[in-house]
């Protein structure tokens, strides 16, 4: 049988919440985020909570986003990982297992952590037009049911029939019950 772990990030593999952390750090490094538009446009659902901050970044250059990001990771991110989670993760690189990050985050720091951490991962990605970000998210929301679709599509391209697999789930939030539920193994930490 083959082995699948999949880590959710925020909360799970670090010890807080990025999306937030890192518009504010883009915001810190000269881009121009009006914070206080996207507080008007707010509605109650975290749905619209999500797209209303991802239309902050509409017009941004995707490569100076994704550099960004790069330098978050770096200089801020890489250091909220939480140790214990890290060995888990390790530990089941080390018995051959397919590590997967799957978060509802944004992708251009999502990639961060998979490098750093040599995983794989499926995360919420921004649209853009190849070089311009349109403040639209690509496809969904990688939060809840959308966790378990975007991991029942990765493992059919992968070729892994679901009976074929164990899978161990890592998550801590309400956006990762359906994914716990789903795996074979739910861990919380």
């Avoid at 952590?113 to 995983?119: P, W």
Wanted: hydrophobic share 40%.
């Amino acid at each position: 049988m083959i082995g699948i772990a999949v880590f959710d990030l925020d909360k799970t593999l670090t010890d807080r919440d990025c999306f937030v952390r890192f518009l504010l750090y883009v915001r810190s490094r000269g881009h121009r985020l009006d914070l206080v538009a996207a507080v008007r446009r707010i509605g109650l659902s975290r749905a619209s909570l999500k797209r209303s901050l991802c239309a902050l970044l509409e017009g941004s250059d995707k490569e100076t986003i994704d550099a960004l990001a790069r330098d978050f990771f770096e200089q801020r991110a890489k250091g909220w990982l939480r140790p214990g989670i890290v060995i888990s993760l390790n530990e089941h690189k080390a018995h051959g297992d397919r590590v997967i990050i799957v978060s509802a985050s944004l992708s251009p720091y999502v990639s961060c952590f998979a490098s750093f951490l040599e995983t794989e991962f499926l995360a919420t990605e921004l649209e853009s037009d190849g070089l311009v970000l349109t403040g639209r998210i690509h496809g969904e929301n990688v939060r809840g049911a959308e966790k378990v679709s975007k991991l029942d599509t990765f493992l059919s391209r992968a070729g892994y029939e679901r009976s074929k697999v164990f899978v161990t789930a890592y998550g801590d939030s309400a956006g990762d019950r359906e994914m716990l539920a789903w795996a074979d193994r739910a861990v919380k930490p």
